[in-house]
């Protein structure tokens, strides 16, 4: 089981193929957005962190991951190649089962 946000980034960056600095980056390359926009809602739903505790480790402002929660949903709802990132994350982190 995943313990810090820092371990998620690691998984996601391995599952993904993205790379972890630029996961932590500032760069807005929609691939790289997907991945943090997972991320988010992994550390949210499955971990239990706060907005202001993701938007630290992710060293973002809390109205990011507010609305990278917004665009996880609307995902969710209409997006299957974001919904097999999220899940890919979530099973090799060991929270979705």
Do not use: P, W
Request: proline share 0%; with cysteine.
């Amino acid at each position: 089981m995943i313990v810090t946000i820092k371990e998620l980034l690691d998984v996601a960056a391995e599952v993904t193929g993205c790379d972890r600095k630029k996961l932590s980056s500032s760069c807005r390359k929609a691939e790289l957005v997907i991945v943090r926009d997972a991320c988010y809602a992994l550390a949210k739903q499955y971990m239990s962190r706060t907005d202001a505790s993701i938007s630290q480790a992710f060293g973002r402002d809390r109205s990011t991951i507010s609305h990278g929660m917004k665009r996880h949903y609307e995902r969710m709802d209409e997006d299957r190649f974001y919904r097999n990132i999220y899940n890919k994350i979530g099973k090799e982190a060991g929270l979705i089962d």
